[in-house]
């Protein structure tokens, strides 16, 4: 799974760049990207921009992992609705 969280880190820094060819290649990934990944993306952008993002799924352990993956600190709470799990993502401290 880290292979996964990897690709996706590194899509979310494409999506920073200011360069046609890695904008295309961007492009390209988000066309092969399913639902879960897509949504993980969004989360990987927030990571890298320093920003805090939340959600709410039926996924806790993916979120969990990805999480622990780029040391970012989680906050969860169980949801309003039925089965839900809602994360907050922090950004990772600096080193």
Known sequence: MSESFDTLLRLAA???SESADELRELERALDEL???DSKLLWFAVKVLEGRVAEVTTNEPE????FAEHVGAPLEEVESNWSGLRQFTFRPPAAQ
Not at 62 to 65: F, H, K, M, P, V
């Open 34 to 36: 399913d639902e879960a």
């Open 14 to 16: 494409l999506s920073r």
């Open 62 to 65: 993916r979120y969990r992992d």
